[in-house]
């Protein structure tokens, strides 16, 4: 008995000395600065799932979630101009020690600005009225139409603006959608604008342009759809159902012929970094036109059509075609009486109505802009020059003057 026990008292230390030299931890653990803890298996990854979110930071919107389905059938079965983070894509978690990725550019350089937000979105019965001057004794009431068709299957398009950027290519960052002359881009003269052919039933060969409208979740198939992109114009663009270039009087005056060759913009396409001082359309829709928005998209109820109403200014200092700001050769007139400043003659006043079947959801459709604007709808503008021939001038003239309806 003895010698059993002297054997099993040499045979221990021998066994604890062979494992501290082969460095075996306990099993299912691992040293990791003199200290055992648990290993994982070898079955068992390294996890590669992100920290858990900061329970400080704003949560974030679904990107795979839609709006509710019956606000499309009535903007107002829920709050409209709602604020909400735009859908992202899903968080990516970088190295502590990577710097952060710099904001997408333009073409031009320009940071391109998410949006729009859903904020920007609201029930079209929440928009204030749209006060319209008394019409005086001597105002001219008629008015003169030009059908110039639609621009469907987008046959005229492009990123140009020949009036506020002419001989530049991309010179406006977003598609604009042109009817009547055929041949308008960045690069156009009066003497190619003359000389082409138009869209309109009457041989107007004026340009009418203005930004197009996008369904969000559509796809681009445009030859142009790379260029969009990159300037953070994205989605289908939508044909106006509907678009009627009208010219009116003045509700204190006769109007006179406008010069040949005259350009005319109304708006601002960067009023959301310039400031609304010269933001002048109406998202408004159709039934509900005596109200009207500048600085949020329409929600409309079944049946009704989202409206873009651009009027243009129409008080002409009497000698010019353009100014260094395509403003100041003609203005608006005065808001309240409809009276043209002293020393300025009234033309006549162009009114671009166009209306869009769209889903009646926020963040569903959004307006081409320039990159840093992130498609706020305060910059919606519209652009025409006139090319009417002098008969055609005098004909729109006299219909207007004479209270017809032509």
């Not at 003895?2 to 054997?7: D, F």
């Not at 979110?53 to 979630?65: I, N």
């Not at 109505?353 to 992130?374: C, H």
Request: hydrophobic share 30%; with cysteine.
């Amino acid at each position: 008995m003895g010698r059993r026990k002297k054997a099993l008292a040499a045979i221990v230390p021998a066994l604890a000395l062979v494992a501290t030299a082969a460095g075996t931890p306990p099993a299912g653990a691992a040293p990791i600065g003199g200290r055992a803890v648990l290993a994982a298996g070898p079955s068992d990854p390294p996890s590669s799932d992100p920290p858990p979110p900061d329970p400080s930071a704003s949560p974030s919107a679904d990107p795979s979630a839609e709006p509710p389905a019956d606000a499309s059938a009535d903007p107002s079965a829920g709050p409209p101009g709602e604020p909400s983070a735009e859908p992202s894509a899903e968080p990516s978690v970088e190295p502590p020690d990577q710097p952060t990725a710099a904001p997408p550019q333009g073409q031009g350089g320009q940071a391109v600005k998410q949006g729009p937000n859903r904020n920007q979105f609201a029930d079209i019965r929440r928009a204030p009225r749209v006060r319209q001057p008394r019409q005086g004794r001597g105002g001219s009431r008629g008015t003169f139409t030009s059908n110039c068709g639609r621009n469907e299957g987008q046959r005229h398009s492009n990123p140009d603006n020949v009036i506020v950027a002419p001989g530049v290519q991309n010179g406006a960052h977003h598609i604009h959608d042109y009817v009547g002359n055929e041949s308008t881009d960045g690069f156009s003269t009066d003497q190619s604008l003359a000389a082409a052919g138009t869209t309109c039933t009457n041989g107007d060969r004026s340009t009418y342009y203005w930004p197009v409208v996008r369904l969000r979740a559509g796809r681009d198939g445009s030859d142009a759809a790379g260029q969009s992109k990159q300037d953070g114009n994205t989605g289908s663009v939508v044909t106006p159902s509907s678009v009627q270039l009208r010219f009116m009087g003045n509700a204190r005056g006769r109007v006179a012929a406008m010069p040949e060759f005259m350009r005319i913009v109304t708006g601002d396409a960067k009023a959301g970094t310039n400031g609304p001082g010269n933001a002048r359309s109406q998202w408004t829709c159709t039934g509900f036109q005596d109200r009207a928005f500048t600085d949020r998209y329409p929600l409309c109820p079944r049946g009704s059509r989202v409206t873009r109403v651009l009027n243009f200014p129409s008080c002409w200092d009497g000698r010019n075609s353009d100014s260094a700001n395509h403003r100041d050769h003609v203005v608006f007139p005065d808001p309240r009486t409809g009276a043209c400043p002293q020393g300025r003659q009234a033309v006549p006043q162009l009114r671009m109505t166009l209306t869009y079947a769209v889903p009646a959801r926020a963040l569903a459709f959004a307006l081409d802009t320039f990159p840093e604007q992130g498609h706020d709808p305060v910059t919606d503008h519209g652009d025409f020059i006139n090319v009417m021939s002098p008969d055609l001038m005098r004909r729109a003239v006299g219909c207007v003057n004479s209270g017809r309806r032509c």
